[in-house]
T-cell receptor, first 116, second 113 residues
Framework: AQKITQTQPGMFVQEKEAVTLDCTYD???????LFWYKQPSSGEMIFLIY????DQQNATEGRYSLNFQKARKSANLVISASQLGDSAMYFC?????????????WGAGTKLIIKP | DTAVSQTPKYLVTQMGNDKSIKCEQN?????MYWYKQDSKKFLKIMFS???????INETVPNRFSPKSPDKAHLNLHINSLELGDSAVYFC????????????FGQGTRLTVV
């Protein structure tokens, strides 16, 4: 069965430091996509970055990059030079071809707090 | 322009009432969803709607029903509201069935008293 695991319920990081948010996944489908979303305290869900299972390179989007280790089935989000505005919940999600619902499978989220 | 908009943002209502949450997307996407986020922030799919095909999560009570007047709209109707229905409800849309990201509305915080 498809599954997403985020093992860090919460993290405190000093401003300007880099932070890695962990995500491991499980699927038997060779074709899948991995997503990271940010949910600030205001509540909206903001798409950050996407990694396809066949992508040869790790995805990057500004200060966000994805450390994709396919053999380990991990897709960790790296935020460089963290800012106070990065404080939020972060969700890892996956969609594969086996799910007829076209739905995203979600992790439980990591609450990131950036300290000044 | 807002890509996915849902209204209202906040909804407080009494037990037993019937309420609706509206959702509209202007992205031209062909798939829309409703998610429920509980107090522990866990996101759970309720419905997905693609090309007039509705796929229902079997754990969703039949008091919840989606209504799609056209491809750009997927409204959520809830009958006989219960205390346990209190949550944040998100509408989302995506293009196709591939590995494309879903865009979310701002969420509707429903409080049943």
């Amino acid at each position: 069965a498809q599954k997403i695991t985020q093992t860090q319920p919460g993290m405190f990081v000093q401003e300007k430091e880099a932070v890695t948010l962990d995500c491991t996944y499980d699927t038997s489908d060779p074709s899948y996509g991995l997503f990271w979303y940010k949910q600030p305290s205001s509540g909206e869900m903001i798409f950050l970055i996407y990694q396809g299972s066949y992508d040869q390179q790790n995805a990057t989007e500004g200060r966000y990059s994805l450390n994709f280790q396919k053999a380990r089935k991990s897709a960790n989000l790296v935020i460089s030079a963290s800012q106070l505005g990065d404080s939020a919940m972060y969700f890892c999600a996956m969609r594969d071809s086996m799910d007829s619902n076209y739905q995203l499978i979600w992790g439980a989220g990591t609450k990131l707090i950036i300290k000044p | 322009d807002t890509a996915v908009s849902q209204t209202p943002k906040y909804l407080v209502t009494q037990m037993g009432n019937d309420k609706s949450i509206k959702c509209e997307q202007n992205l031209g996407h062909d798939t829309m969803y409703w998610y429920k986020q509980d107090s522990k922030k866990f996101l759970k799919i309720m419905f997905s709607y693609n090309n007039k095909e509705l796929i229902i999560n079997e754990t969703v009570p039949n008091r919840f029903s989606p209504k799609s007047p056209d491809k750009a709209h997927l409204n959520l109707h809830i009958n006989s509201l219960e205390l346990g229905d209190s949550a944040v409800y998100f509408c989302a849309s995506s293009q196709g069935q591939g590995h494309t990201e879903a865009f979310f509305g701002q969420g509707t915080r429903l409080t049943v008293v």
